[in-house]
């Protein structure tokens, strides 16, 4: 095709989405419903992803010893849960240890007196972080099941930040596959109105369509002006998403700045918006190609 | 039946037959059997008359050359194209030899009479400098140069048939397929559009006309078939029109 030919689509298409004004709108616009939501659920995604990333590098399953376990105990339990496959790492942290970092997060006011003497009534503790974050609740058990080992139980107590990770994970599927059937109707329904758009430019120009057949006009050269139409439909759509998403997102970004609580809850997409930009105008225009495609087939047959 | 005349033209041009129908039906799905094996012979720049009753197959039999339908059976060629078995995308190609005109015009109203000319030309992507010189030379070849930046609704209707006839030549195809050309028209205004189609024919290119007027049948002597109830009825070189209505 010629540089000439393609211009000549280009502004036969364009002309006709001025000309189909409000149907041109309504299509215009269920794209960006469409569009608009799918962002939403991207960048949910992305944020429960990131909080499921940091919750995971928090978790670790905290093991507390009985208070008659002597050294020699306390060695034999540490090999015993460091030679768990599953096991990164794990730390002592002896009673003293925990009184000191009770007493820094309460206040030393609230702890005087027990610092002396055999008055700490913490026990001794491990610290485990574990390789893989779905596999605390299995290490936890596998700990716990020591205690039948021994003829004296040397575990008090394994905890665990039990919930959180599921609940996480959990969140994170549904907001997928909710999502995923969300976007799935709304790019249909957008699909069926340009579909129905472009049908009333066809319409419109039924007779220039039959006079380009009888001269001999070829199919896609008939064809061209409508994909654009499409094309251009689904390309404003979606340019008008990015920019509510983005605009949208970065006022939520700096309320959450603003808000100390909220500072570490929203994650900073930087270079991602040209990512998550480019897949929705990618998206929006062959949303557009595909409702122009559905309406011109049956035209152009004979 | 061949005349003198008919096979002095043969001589001088050639005899290369540009329509060529063998046993052609078309049953359409309905039931009707509009053409019910028709073998006809059109040669290089014949100028023939398609007569008979309304509904007796003429359409029919004008749509299959231009390939707005197909036949049920047999075969037709077209310049050289077996069009009975042509491929989808090979339609627009033969398309390209073939110009219609029909009884109402079909003109895009919004456009000018250029712009009406020259849209054959752009459809078949043919180059803007090409199109500017060959619109105007058809538009003066019509008559109508000086009217070339009026829209159809501003011209009378002799005038838009003449349009049509420019957009129908505009590609220099190889037949006219004229459907009932003068049938809007008075009689004066018809005579005009016939020396023109005459005017056309005389430089080569063949023309198939279907019509209902008696009178240009009978004063224009030309090849006449005749077809009815789907058959054709009589092939007469320099031919009357031979009904009465």
């Known amino acids: 095709m010629s540089f000439r030919t393609l211009l000549r689509h280009l502004r036969e298409g364009a002309k006709s989405v001025i000309r189909n004004g409000w149907m041109s709108l309504a299509s215009i616009t269920s794209i960006i419903v469409s569009l608009f939501i799918l962002g939403v659920f991207i960048l949910l995604v992305m944020n429960v992803n990131a909080l499921a990333d940091k919750a995971d590098s928090n978790v670790q399953v905290n093991t507390y010893l009985n208070l008659n376990v002597d050294e020699e105990m306390r060695e034999t339990v540490r090999q015993e849960i460091e030679s768990m496959p599953e096991v990164k790492s794990i730390k002592f942290v002896s009673k003293d240890d925990g009184l000191k970092e009770l007493e820094e997060t309460l206040g030393s006011e609230w702890l005087e007196g027990y610092s002396e003497g055999d008055r700490n009534p913490l026990p001794d503790a491990f610290e485990i972080s574990v390789i893989e974050p779905t596999t605390v609740p299995f290490v936890a058990d596998k700990i716990s099941a020591l205690n039948e080992k021994y003829p004296v139980e040397p575990i008090l107590r394994v905890k665990y930040g039990e919930g959180t990770v599921e609940t996480l994970f959990k969140i994170t599927r549904t907001v997928r596959n909710i999502g995923f059937i969300f976007v799935a109707g709304l790019a249909l329904m957008s699909m069926f109105l340009i579909s129905n758009t472009i049908r009333v430019t066809i319409l419109a120009r039924r007779r220039e369509i039959g006079i380009m057949k009888l001269v001999g006009a070829t199919n896609s050269f008939i064809r061209w002006p409508f994909f654009v139409e499409g094309a251009l439909l689904g390309f404003f759509g979606s340019i008008i998403t990015v920019g509510l998403l983005f605009a949208g997102y970065q006022r939520l970004f700096a309320a959450a700045q603003a808000d100390m609580t909220l500072a570490q809850s929203l994650i900073p997409l930087g270079d991602l918006w040209l990512l998550l930009g480019g897949i929705i105008i990618a998206l929006g225009m062959a949303i557009g190609i595909w409702g122009s495609t559905m309406s011109i087939r049956k035209f152009l047959k004979v | ?245």
């Open chain 2, 1 to 245: 039946m061949e005349t003198v005349e008919s096979i002095k033209a043969n001589y001088v041009l050639g005899s290369d037959e540009v329509i060529e129908m063998q046993d052609v039906w078309k049953t359409y799905p309905n039931g009707a059997h509009a053409l019910q094996g028709v073998s006809v012979k059109i040669n290089r720049n014949e100028f023939v008359y398609v007569v008979g009753p309304s509904g007796a197959g003429k359409s029919t039999f004008m749509k299959l050359i231009y390939r707005e339908e197909v036949p049920t059976k047999g075969q037709i060629s077209v310049n050289g194209f077996n069009i009975g078995k042509l491929k989808q995308r090979k339609i627009p190609y033969v398309r390209r030899n073939i110009g219609v005109i029909f009884q109402d015009y079909r003109l895009l109203p919004k456009l000018t009479a250029y712009e009406n000319v020259a849209f054959a030309m752009e459809a078949i992507e043919a180059p803007p400098k090409l199109i500017k010189k060959r619109v105007m030379e058809v538009l003066d070849l019509v008559g109508l140069k000086a009217k070339a930046h009026r829209q159809p609704s501003q011209l009378s209707g002799g005038e838009q048939q003449r349009i049509a006839i420019a957009r129908a030549i505009v590609n220099n195809p190889a037949v006219i397929i004229a459907d009932e050309p003068t049938g809007n028209l008075d009689p004066e205004t018809s005579w005009g559009i016939m020396q023109l189609l005459d005017e056309i024919n005389f430089r080569g290119t063949t023309i198939v006309m279907a019509t209902h007027n008696k009178e240009i049948v009978n004063t224009m002597r030309k090849r006449v078939l005749a077809i009815e109830r789907g058959q054709i009825v009589r092939d007469q070189q320099r031919g009357e029109y031979g009904y009465e209505f």
